[in-house]
């Protein structure tokens, strides 16, 4: 798995109600859910111990026996209205470092939780575009209420492509988040989460904080 800390340190409304309804995308069962959460856990743990790919100091990874995940959570794999908002100018990305890569927004998720309505703004790296291997790749890094609490604080990441947007729909599962490179060392160069990407709800689902 290609993920966006490694690699820079991812309808016409005048249709009937009717036929909108039709396109809905469908979420997975529980059981489907639970099986893909634990395959992108035991692909990222794959990861971790990968001397080539792994944040982790080799020190590290010799007693590294699996990141923290909070218990899957069902509840927060939930189907996103995608909105396309890709005409703003590209502009350089507060990091953990003085790097400033280019970046543009790409759009904005709606979504609810908790009861209530909540939006996301979808990133598009500047970098990755210049390689057609990950040209489709989107990123949404977002602060939550467990920021601090239980996640890492600084915030966390998910990593999209443009083809799970369908019809102007996806489905965004927050059991996908994982920490920036930061959070295990010094050496990396990660982006901060911009303020418009703070939600106001806790998100207990992805990776956890080890700390």
């Known amino acids: 798995m290609v993920l966006f800390s490694r690699l820079l340190?991812?309808?016409?409304?005048?249709?009937?109600?009717?036929?909108?309804?039709?396109?809905?995308?469908?979420?997975?069962?529980?059981?489907?859910?639970?099986?893909?959460?634990?395959?992108?856990?035991q692909e990222l743990n794959a990861d971790y111990r990968n001397p080539a790919e792994s944040p982790l100091s080799?020190?590290?990874?010799?007693?590294?026996?699996?990141?923290?995940?909070?218990?899957?959570?069902?509840?927060?794999?939930v189907v996103a209205r995608f909105e396309a908002d890709s005409l703003g100018a590209p502009f350089p990305m507060q990091t953990s470092t003085a790097r400033r890569?280019?970046?543009?927004?790409?759009g904005v998720v709606h979504f609810t939780l908790e009861d209530k309505p909540q939006q996301l703004t979808v990133y598009q790296s500047m970098d990755l575009q210049r390689d057609p291997k990950y040209?489709?790749?989107?990123?949404?890094?977002?602060?939550?209420?467990?920021?601090?609490?239980?996640?890492?604080g600084g915030g966390r990441y998910i990593d999209l492509r443009r083809g799970q947007i369908v019809a102007g729909q996806l489905i965004l599962?927050?059991?996908?988040?994982?920490?920036?490179?930061?959070?295990?060392?010094?050496?990396?160069?990660?982006?901060?989460?911009?303020?418009?990407?703070?939600?106001?709800?806790?998100?207990?689902?992805?990776?956890?904080?080890?700390?």
């Open 9 to 41: 340190a991812g309808l016409l409304l005048l249709a009937a109600p009717a036929a909108l309804a039709q396109t809905t995308l469908p979420r997975p069962t529980e059981a489907e859910h639970a099986q893909s959460v634990t395959a992108f856990q």
């Open 173 to 211: 599962d927050f059991n996908r988040t994982y920490n920036p490179y930061c959070a295990y060392s010094p050496r990396y160069s990660c982006p901060v989460p911009p303020t418009e990407n703070r939600l106001p709800v806790p998100i207990a689902a992805g990776v956890m904080s080890d700390h």
């Open 101 to 106: 890569p280019l970046y543009r927004k790409y």
């Open 58 to 77: 080799e020190k590290q990874r010799a007693t590294f026996s699996g990141l923290p995940f909070f218990p899957t959570n069902y509840t927060v794999c």
């Open 135 to 152: 040209r489709d790749y989107l990123f949404v890094p977002f602060t939550d209420r467990t920021n601090g609490h239980g996640s890492y």
